[in-house]
């Protein structure tokens, strides 16, 4: 019965109820696409890397002009590092996951392949790597202790690559429905390396850049001085991570004084810095959102309270002709909801094509349909909650006041 | 007539002052977001190197092979350097320079300080002038420095300061990875937004704070920072003749006429090459200019571009409450509106006033709102990305603050001070 009234009500109300249907189906159309960019944001903060992060300690460093006895000055390091309390593996690379760069290449199951369709990561690492970065062999076993090869003699006639390890994703890529062990990939030159392993995970150090190929990785059995990978990863026990870092400078600078340490961090750390500008959009969107609903709802309980003092008399009236104040409260909040009904279904439509002009316009994904509900469930409880003070301020006025003229 | 009108607004506002606080802080809500969006957006955007920026122009050009090339496709940002040695030396654009980016240890002679590395440019004579790079002390070097190799560097004011500690250091000289450079030059801070001339690192990041000749950097063979393409392998990729590019040529045409000259004189060298089968690609030549390159790297990060859209629609939600609230208000006036009515105001007075009220509150807004804007530029500089320093308020942005404030509650106000002034005097007098 009460529906009916209400909307005749409204009907005479048109150009304010059509403003708050119109600011709740904004308000929603935003606050639908903002909470679905800020989930897209917390989701790929949680991207995963396959490394053992809590245990990794990353040094970055260079040295000072061109030094000819880098590799020596290499393997003293990495004794010295492997002394210190804590340190469970060291080893020299080439790149780290969240590092800052990365070093990629073309991969192909054909020689001289004229136009190799993958490009993976291509991580290095001297013995140790694998277990330093804490991967997981799922099919085949490591790297041998005899088939490192040093970084300097590539490209010399005594340097082979005799083996490799993919991702499992890229050998699922290079052979797909079928196992890549034991198969021969060309990585850089005509002879071919052949796969003797494949790890669970291992992201690409920049996956956010390189979406279509982020689980892309191989690892080359390489021994790298210093100079040519510039990066020590260390494993070592998560509690005794300050402990360490503190200690590289004056440890590495006893092997050999002319060198600059770059940078020293905790993998950690390395996540953190690498999703800065996710954090700071969710952290704008969420806020953007709550002073949006606040402003939406201040907006119903201005309006409201509007409704509720104009209709003093009629109120009355109804009051008088035996309306309890249950009907009056249920009154408003009945309005209320038929309102932000109306504005929601709007505003789902809304969102709709916002989310569709955004796809176009920056590579946001598809807004899945169950956002459009969590932000009409929104909304409704919070029109409730809004008109909750006006319709009980309604339902106290006095049947009196319908004897009264004002 | 006006004062009055403020008199009657400042009345308006006492007897409802939660309603009138809602509206304000609405208002400063959405034009403190907008605002603050839009000064980065303005930032980001701006014009790095004004009055010059469409004399100088980018070389692009595509030395690669068949395989892969995409019809209709861009050429590759840099050029190799053999390419941009022949460019240079043929010399037809009013001025040019070639460069790359790098980066080498210095060994400061000072007690107590360590080697540290710094960004540089290795780059040619006329960069100087061509970027208006502003000097504390000394110049650049001479093009016969760059012929000869010579020995000398250009650092910005804040080395020289952390190396010295003091800004004339002309005829000094300073240890760069084992060799002796002398300096004849300090610039003085120099930071254009976005690095334009070498969008390979971090468009909105300090620049650098060494220059020297190109020759020299190879002479020496410091570091190169920054992108590197090679399209076939090669064991040396920063050899003559390598077939990699890592090389930005920006050349300075004074008239349109002449971009239009230089644009022939690429494409002719373009099919020169292709002759001598150096090149296999059809000729693909762009030109770009300062304003033109940006847009085409899309240096602006679209984070904020997405965050600008964010705020204004929520500056429209809060619009459209403040509309609701404003009708709200007028309506609830109706008696005393018949009342000015019937004593003789004009509708459009009565509209007047309205708006008079309307735009008070705009105003209240706007000033609520610049300081929510500087709040949240404040909140901007604290994050940790590249550009967040650049972010703070300008003169304009200031006075597009209260513009947009103004502008938006009188847009805000049109509805309802129509919708108030329709009140018909007779009714309103005889129902009460």
Redesign the interface.
């Given at each position: 019965m009460q529906f009916f009234a209400i909307l005749s009500t409204l009907r005479r109300h048109r150009?304010?109820a059509a403003?708050?249907v119109?600011?709740i189906a904004?308000?929603c159309?935003?606050v639908c696409n903002?909470i679905f960019?800020i989930g897209d944001r917390l989701s790929r903060m949680d991207l995963p890397t396959g490394v053992a992060e809590p245990e990794l300690v990353r040094i970055q460093l260079?040295g000072?002009?061109?030094k000819a006895d880098a590799a020596a000055v290499t393997v003293q390091d990495l004794a010295a590092l492997r002394a210190l309390p804590g340190v469970k593996s060291v080893v020299s690379t080439n790149m780290v996951p969240f590092g800052g760069g990365s070093w990629d290449t073309t991969i192909s199951t054909l020689p001289d392949d004229?136009?190799p369709q993958v490009r993976s990561a291509l991580y290095m690492g001297g013995p140790g790597m694998l277990e330093t970065l804490g991967v997981h062999v799922i099919a085949g076993r490591g790297f041998l202790p005899d088939e490192y090869a040093d970084f300097h003699a590539l490209?010399t006639a005594q340097a082979k690559l005799p083996s490799i390890i993919l991702s499992r994703a890229l050998a699922e890529r290079l052979f797909p429905g079928k196992s890549a062990l034991g198969q021969a990939v060309y990585v850089?030159s005509k002879d071919p390396q052949t796969v003797v392993g494949v790890v669970d995970f291992l992201t690409h150090p920049d996956p956010i850049q390189h979406g279509d190929r982020a689980a892309y990785s191989l690892v080359l059995p390489m021994n790298l001085s210093y100079a040519d990978g510039g990066t020590y990863l260390m494993r070592v026990e998560p509690e005794r991570r300050a402990e360490v870092l503190a200690a590289v400078d004056t440890t590495l600078h006893k092997v050999e004084p002319?060198r600059?340490i770059?940078r020293r961090d905790m993998f950690t750390d390395m996540r953190k810095?690498y999703f800065?500008?996710d954090r700071?959009?969710y952290l704008?969107?969420f806020g953007?959102s709550i002073?949006?609903l606040i402003?939406?709802a201040?907006?119903v309980v201005?309006?409201t309270s509007?409704w509720v003092?104009?209709r003093r008399r009629q109120i009355g009236i109804r009051r008088a002709l035996g309306a309890t104040r249950g009907d009056i409260l249920r009154y408003f909040q009945l309005e209320n909801f038929i309102l932000v009904t109306m504005g929601t279904v709007i505003g789902m439509a809304l969102a709709y094509a916002?989310n569709l002009w955004?796809m176009q316009k920056?590579?946001v994904t598809r807004l899945p349909a169950e956002f459009l509900p969590i932000g009409a469930a929104l909304l409704w409880g919070l029109g409730q909650i809004a008109v909750l003070g006006p319709a009980v301020r309604a339902s106290l006025i006095s049947p009196a006041i319908a004897t009264r003229?004002? | 007539m006006f004062s009055y009108y403020l008199d009657l607004a400042r009345r308006s506002f006492r007897r409802n002052v939660a309603?009138t606080a809602?509206m304000i802080v609405?208002i400063a809500?959405g034009v403190g977001?907008s605002m603050t969006t839009f000064t980065v957006l303005h930032v980001l955007s701006a014009d790095p190197i004004p009055g010059k920026s469409h004399q100088l122009y980018i070389v692009q050009l595509d030395p690669e092979r068949m395989?892969?090339l995409v019809p209709g496709g861009e050429p590759p940002d840099q050029l190799t350097w053999l390419d941009a040695q022949a460019l240079m030396r043929e010399g037809h654009a009013d001025h040019q320079v070639m460069m790359t980016g790098g980066h080498a240890?210095v060994?400061p002679q000072r007690e107590g300080l360590?080697?540290?590395?710094v960004d540089g440019r290795w780059t040619t004579s006329e960069f100087f002038d061509m970027f208006r790079v502003p000097f504390v002390a000394g110049s650049g070097w001479r093009a016969e420095d760059d012929a000869s190799a010579a020995r000398v560097v250009v650092i910005a004011r804040s080395l020289a300061e952390r190396l010295f500690g003091a800004v004339d250091v002309v005829g000094r000289s300073l240890r760069l990875?084992?060799t002796e450079l002398r300096i004849i030059g300090v610039t003085d801070t120099w930071r254009p937004s976005p690095h334009f001339y070498d969008l390979n690192t971090d468009p909105y990041a300090k620049g650098e704070q060494l220059f020297l000749p190109f020759a020299t950097s190879r002479d020496l063979?410091l570091g190169h920072e920054g992108g590197m393409n090679c399209w076939r392998?090669s064991?040396d990729p920063e050899a003559l003749g390598a077939p990699c590019e890592w090389i930005q040529m920006w050349v300075e045409l004074d008239s349109p006429a002449r971009a239009a000259a230089y644009r022939d004189t690429l494409t002719r060298y373009s099919e020169e090459q292709r002759r001598t089968g150096r090149f296999e690609r059809p000729s693909n030549v762009r030109l770009r200019d300062v304003i033109e390159w940006i847009s085409y790297k899309e240096v602006v990060?679209?984070?904020v571009?997405?965050?600008t859209w964010?705020?204004l629609?929520?500056l429209?939600?809060?619009l459209?409450?403040t509309?609701?609230?404003l009708?709200?208000k007028f309506?609830?006036r109706s008696m005393e509106i018949g009342v000015r009515r019937a004593l003789g105001a004009s509708k459009r007075a009565i509209f007047t006033q309205l708006l008079v009220e309307a735009s008070v509150i705009g105003v209240a807004g706007g000033v609520l709102g610049l300081g929510l804007a500087w709040l949240g530029l404040y909140a901007v500089r604290q994050?940790?990305?590249a550009y967040a320093e650049l972010a703070s308020l300008d003169l304009p942005m200031l006075g597009a603050t209260l513009v947009l404030s103004i502008v938006s509650s009188m847009v805000a106000g049109l509805?309802p001070a129509w919708?108030g002034c329709q009140v018909t005097p007779a009714i309103q007098l005889k129902s009460?």
């Open positions: 150009t304010a403003l708050i119109f600011e904004l308000s159309a935003i903002a960019l260079t000072i002009g061109r004229p136009d490209g850089w002319s600059v770059v810095d800065k500008d700071a959009a704008l969107g953007v002073v949006l402003i939406t201040l907006g201005g309006l509007f003092q104009q916002i955004l920056y590579h003229s004002v | 309603l809602l609405a809500f977001a395989i892969g240890a060994e360590e080697p540290f590395f990875e084992g063979k392998e064991p990060p679209s984070d571009r997405l965050q964010v705020a629609g929520f429209l939600v809060c459209i409450n509309v609701g609230l009708l709200t309506l609830r994050q940790p990305t509805l919708r009460h």
